[in-house]
């Protein structure tokens, strides 16, 4: 009954900014690692970020770094990304999702997934 639910996407221009939302439900949320995942047009899953259970650690796609801020509210149930001067190549379905363990930096170990939120950065 794991439920993840993204909010926020739209379109913007290059440059601009986006803060994407995950509303969780089901699981005890303060107790999980938490990811971002994206898809882009024509490409496979890749992963993006990752917050350990208190929030105050933080993982990064070389791809993002420096661009895009996760953060979590535990009393909300809900993850956050931030993600700033953005580029085309961000265009993507982003998904939140529930990783197996503090290790998976990658789609292939995340145990759930959102039904994804769709960004696209165009001029």
């Known amino acids: 009954q794991v439920q993840l639910v993204e909010s926020g996407g739209g379109l913007v221009q290059p440059g601009g900014s986006l803060r994407l939302s995950c509303a969780a439900s089901g699981f005890t949320f303060s107790s999980y690692y938490m990811s971002w995942v994206r898809q882009a047009p024509g490409k496979g899953p890749e992963w993006v970020s990752s917050?350990?259970?208190?929030?105050?650690?933080?993982r990064y796609a070389d791809s993002v770094k420096g661009r895009f801020t996760i953060s979590r509210d535990n009393a909300k149930n809900t993850l956050y990304l931030q993600m700033n001067s953005l580029k085309p190549e961000d265009t993507a379905l982003y998904y939140c999702?529930?990783?197996?363990?503090?290790?998976?930096?990658?789609?292939?170990?995340?145990?759930?997934w959102g039904q994804g939120t769709q960004v696209t950065v165009s001029s």
């Open positions: 917050i350990n259970r208190g929030g105050e650690r933080t």
């Open positions: 999702a529930l990783p197996q363990g503090a290790m998976c930096v990658s789609p292939l170990c995340m145990d759930y």
